[in-house]
């Protein structure tokens, strides 16, 4: 019995171990994601305002031409739309995200 309680426990710790480097990993992902989607809205010179609303992320820019819109949808993106000098992209969940990061690195 002793031995079948033991071997439980190594498959958890291990199942854990397991868990806890595919949220260090997608984190990474993330944030390299997010540093493209900078990079494909013309650099965070570019970004004046952020916001959020649903799974939409609506984007105020200086220049909207420079703008990489093939690269923001092969991030992801189910749908932009440019409205003036903004952008309406729909990102799903992680639009919240991608605002609390935006908006710490400007």
């Known amino acids: 019995m ?8 190594i498959i958890a710790v291990v199942l854990i171990i397991i868990s806890l ?5 997608h984190h ?4 390299l994601e ?22 939409r992320f609506k984007v105020t820019l200086k220049d909207v031409s420079i703008v990489d819109k093939e690269g923001i949808q092969k991030l992801g993106a189910k749908g932009i739309v440019e409205i003036d000098n903004q952008l309406k992209i729909i990102f799903g969940p992680d639009a919240r995200a991608l605002k609390k990061y935006i908006s710490e690195i400007r």
Do not use: M
């Open 2 to 9: 002793d031995l079948y309680l033991i071997q439980y426990a």
């Open 21 to 25: 480097i595919i949220v260090k990993l």
């Open 28 to 31: 990474k992902n993330f944030n």
């Open 34 to 55: 997010i540093n493209k989607l900078v990079q494909y809205l013309g650099g965070k010179d570019n970004i004046l305002d952020t916001e959020v609303n649903l799974s």
